[in-house]
């Protein structure tokens, strides 16, 4: 099986622009979750979605969002990019059909950095 | 809410040296425990994880790690480390019921010299 899939793998953009990332599960997985990682504040939870409804939401503001497409491909966008946005953004996708007993794989990341 | 603290950011050894990476959480319900690896560049992988049963779990690269509930730890080992164990290792928990989300550690970065 194909493992968990991100692009691009890097991107630089420059402050106030806005920049749509992708990930693509492992076949038959319906749940896609994002994680921001950064020295200062580690691995930081974003939102997961699940059948294309968001499930769960982490404490980002309103400029980071996404969507799950009805092939559990999602993305997420950041909209009017700050310097404290550079960052590996990290997806997971799992099968969710045992809730928290189901192992998250996770993605290469994409590696944002604002300018 | 969950939490979860490793007390060593770095950790140097020698290789063929045992190593232990400390993880300690904080939680108001059960949790179920996780390791996960970062090799440089790359995503995360699972170690290892305790859902329940034997408080003792073997990973996968010789790791190991025990389950301690009145210490709330879950400490990781491995008696000889190699080389190619340099990487940042990250302790997360995830609440047993509905569907919530991994909480993770601040990673402790594992260096091991020759």
């Known amino acids: 099986k194909a493992g968990v899939t991100q692009t691009p793998r890097y991107l630089i953009k420059t402050r106030g622009q806005q920049v749509t990332l992708s990930c693509s599960p492992i076949?038959?997985?319906?749940?896609v979750s994002w994680y921001q990682q950064t020295p200062g504040q580690g691995l930081q939870f974003l939102f997961e979605?699940?059948?294309?409804?968001?499930?769960n939401k982490g404490n980002f503001p309103g400029r980071f969002s996404g969507r799950q497409f009805s092939n559990s491909r999602s993305e997420m966008n950041v909209s009017t990019l700050e310097l404290g946005d550079s960052a590996l953004y990290l997806c997971?996708?799992?099968?969710?059909?045992?809730?928290?007993?189901?192992?998250?794989?996770f993605g290469p990341g994409t590696r944002l950095t604002v300018t | 809410a969950q939490s979860v603290t490793q007390l060593d950011s770095q950790v140097p050894v020698f290789e063929e040296a045992p190593v232990e990476l400390r993880c300690n959480y904080s939680?108001?319900?059960?949790?179920?425990l996780f390791w996960y690896v970062q090799y440089p560049n790359q995503g995360l992988q699972l170690l290892l994880k305790?859902?329940?049963?034997?408080?003792l779990v073997k990973g996968i690269n010789g790791f190991e790690a025990e389950f301690n509930k009145s210490q709330t730890s879950f400490h990781l080992r491995k008696p000889s480390v190699h080389i190619s164990d340099t990487a940042e290792y990250f302790c997360?928990?995830?609440?047993?019921?509905?569907?919530?989300?991994?909480?993770f550690g601040k990673g402790t970065m594992l260096l091991v010299s020759p």
């Open positions: 997971a996708s799992s099968p969710s059909v045992a809730g928290g007993r189901d192992e998250q794989y």
């Open positions: 076949s038959g997985h319906r749940s």
């Open positions: 979605y699940f059948s294309e409804t968001q499930r």
């Open positions: 939680s108001s319900v059960s949790v179920y």
């Open positions: 305790y859902l329940s049963g034997s408080t």
């Open positions: 997360a928990v995830i609440r047993y019921s509905g569907y919530s989300t991994l909480t």
